[in-house]
């Protein structure tokens, strides 16, 4: 019989969001007793059903809170971080939460003898980057390789599924009487949500990934126009594309981010300005044996709402 220390426990930071629940579910298939760290452990409990009774436990720890860390990974043979932020309710928080978090958490899990640690950056992390994100997201990178030297560290390009808040977010504005385009000719390479979450599940089984970066792409490149042009395709809204003037929507972004969830930030804007696709220079699914899902293969099935009659009235 195996004991209480026995059990396979997996700790997920940030486990209640968009890719979380996803990689929650990886987890509990796997066996793992699995914590889900949140700030708000209510709205996780959603999450239970994907397990066995006691199989999926939600807990108060902020990634800020050291005691509260400390306490949710003592145990814990895996911890994976996925806490990130696309705007700072406080000035401060992209420093606070993705720049020093990462590391804290990384020397929390070593202090406690965790012996696999996954942290979900993103493509784009650069120290000289412009944009307060992706630098706090380099900074989280470095903390996690000191305070952890073993990290496996994940990069993907932008995420994509049902709960997503790219091509649904766009697909909402293809309602509008045009579609404004941005940053246009900026190119993606959207990753499938599932597929990063087999990502982290992979990353943990192989011991070949311990110590290594990888970065995420799926299997077509995008600019921001194509990306746009296939979401009006597919919600079957013919809608004019019009270039919006960088000027203006600097202004815009400058009214909008004081929105308690602006749809725009000044900041995004600068990350809309650079390229999100995989260099080629670090390893990438393949090397995880992941063959990535396309784009075209999962997104009409859930932007169908978003089609005239909500898409119950398909044409014939």
Sequence with gaps: MRGRFDRKVATVFGGSGFIGRYVVQRLAQQDYVVRVAVRDPAGARFLQTQGRVGQI?????????????TRAVEGAQVVVNLVGILHERRPGDF????GEAPGALARAATATGVESFVHLSAIGADLESP??????????E???RDGFPAATILRPSVVFGPEDDFFNRFAA??????MPVVSGATRFQPV???DVADAVAAAIALPEARGKTYELGGPRVMTMREVLRFILDTTRRRRPMVEMPMGFMRFQAGLLQRLPSPP????QLLLLGRDNVVSGQLPGFEALGISPKAVEAVVPGYLKRFRPGGGRREAA
Excluded: C, H, N
Aim: aromatic share 6%.
């Design 57 to 69: 436990v939600p807990l108060a720890a902020s990634v800020t809170d050291s005691a509260a860390v």
């Design 95 to 98: 420093q606070r939460i993705q």
């Design 131 to 140: 944009s307060l994100y992706a630098r706090s997201k380099a900074e989280g």
């Design 142 to 144: 470095e903390g996690v």
């Design 173 to 178: 504005m293809a309602r509008l009487p045009f």
């Design 192 to 194: 499938y949500v599932g």
């Design 264 to 267: 725009l930030t000044q900041d």
